[in-house]
């Protein structure tokens, strides 16, 4: 959903919202509906600007990215 980079579905993060906050799914067993990005930081980022998360998640409210973005950060640092 970020940056459309087509890739196979398990290389793909699927994240779902928590009430406003945007938490990465990481066994796929969390309720809801889900939204699929690329584990990486560009990917959320092109997905922030393009306002992709509210879309997905059917909502209008601000969405909290922090914990997802704190997650990836993680990644990016292994
Ligand atoms: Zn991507």
Known sequence: ???????????????VAVGDVIVPDLRGRLPGRGASLHPALGCLELAERRRAFPRAFRTSGALDGSSLRAYLEGLDAE
């Open 1 to 15: 959903m970020g940056c459309r980079v087509r890739t196979v579905k398990s290389e793909l993060l699927r994240l």
